[in-house]
């Protein structure tokens, strides 16, 4: 009895170990310890589960629209994007048209139809050709303006140039420019100088007048004959020139207006010889660069000396009108001729600028004529 009830007992206490319900006579603790585990892992019932969420439909592709020749197509957005367990094969990009009215696109027809029948027919669709234009396709005008303007530059470099530069040299030998007593070129002014015995008169009559009491219709009046004598020339008559400088400058002035216009040619007859650019032998192209650089700064130093002269006779008209104004100041007199004697030299000097550009432009031309003529030598062609 006694190992009857300890055998019930610890039946008992496996089955409560074990987590099982009541126990059953004929099963053993591990059949109820399986049981359970196998429950625990059965999945739940199919009603408990969410549906799974809807496929998107693919979107419609879309029609391609009939379109006129005078129209422009444009690639529309892509498709998008939908899950991978509903893809299929991407269906081709549709094409967006932008229609042009018609006579808006008549009105640009028009136009370039017009641009092209200003330029000839062999160069319409290619552009590069009509930077690379050759001379016998610019006319034959501008062929004989090309070769008499060659024909001029030639003379002037073989004849003019030497024949100007004697000249000039026999004026600058002239006593008319080697004046050694400058005070020879006074000229004279004839401006008188005030008595002072006089001028003290006038001075004590406006005093009187001052302090005496007039009436307001002859302050007036009084007001009216200063402006009147203010408007006036000075009391002296009129004041010439200084002749002998006006001669020289009658003489300069052709000079000056000669060597501009020479210079303007022979410039424009290097600019021509230029070739086109490009790699390889440049060396005659530097030359013609120094070359060109010279004559530049010769025509900027010429064109200067219009303004000088005009600067002359400017500033000397204001030393007479002070001169006249002032009559008993000395030094507006003194500068009168200052300036006559200054305009002296500078002749001189401006004589000699345009003997020495004739001089320095025929040199340089003279030495460096064939790499001036021809840069690259007589394999390589020149366009005008």
């Known amino acids: 009895m006694e190992g009857g009830v300890e055998r019930g007992r610890g039946a008992g206490v496996g ?137 001029k530059t030639e003379n002037l470099l073989g004849s003019y140039f030497p024949k100007k530069i004697a000249e000039l040299d026999a004026f600058l030998k002239e006593p008319d420019l080697n004046e050694a007593n400058l005070s020879s070129l006074k000229a004279p002014l004839d401006i008188p100088i005030p008595d002072p015995v006089k001028e003290k008169e006038k001075e004590e009559r406006k005093k009187q007048q001052e302090a005496s009491w007039e009436t307001r219709e002859k302050e007036e009046k009084d007001e009216k004959k200063k402006g009147e004598d203010e408007e006036k020339g000075p009391p002296c008559g009129p004041v010439n020139c200084n002749e002998k400088i006006v001669v020289l400058l009658q003489r300069l002035k052709p000079e000056i207006k000669d060597v501009t216009e020479q210079l303007n040619l022979v410039t424009t007859w290097l600019q021509l010889q230029i070739p ?48 006249a104004k002032q009559p008993h100041v000395g030094d507006y007199r003194q500068l009168v001729h200052e300036l006559d004697e200054a305009e002296y030299q500078d002749i001189r000097l401006m004589v000699m600028e345009i003997r020495n550009a004739y001089a320095v432009l025929y040199d340089i031309i003279l030495k460096n004529f064939e790499k001036l003529k021809k840069p690259r030598g007589e394999t390589k062609g020149m366009i005008y």
Not at 17 to 24: D, H, S
Not at 306 to 315: A, G, L, P, W
């Open 15 to 151: 089955r409560r170990a074990l987590g099982g319900g009541p126990g059953r006579r004929g099963e053993s603790p591990e059949c109820w310890a399986e049981a359970k585990l196998g429950l625990q892992e059965e999945p739940p019932p199919l009603s408990r589960l969410s549906p799974p969420p809807p496929v998107p439909p693919l979107p419609k592709p879309r029609k391609a629209v009939q379109v006129s020749s005078t129209a422009f197509a444009f690639p529309s957005r892509c498709p998008l994007q939908t899950p991978r367990a509903a893809l299929s094969p991407r269906p081709a990009p549709t094409m967006a048209t932008l229609r042009v009215h018609p006579e808006a696109q008549a009105k640009v027809d028009v136009f370039r139809k017009d641009l092209c029948s200003k330029v000839r027919p062999t160069f319409i669709g290619n552009p590069v050709q009509l930077l690379l234009l050759r001379p016998s396709l610019l006319g034959a005008k501008v062929d004989v303006f090309h070769k008499d303007l060659c024909s």
């Open 276 to 323: 086109r650019i490009e790699d390889g032998n440049n060396f005659g192209v530097a030359v013609q660069e120094k070359v060109f650089e010279l004559m530049t700064s010769l025509h900027t130093k010429v064109e200067g000396f219009h303004t000088q002269i005009s600067k002359y006779f400017s500033e000397r008209g204001d030393a007479v009108a002070k001169a």
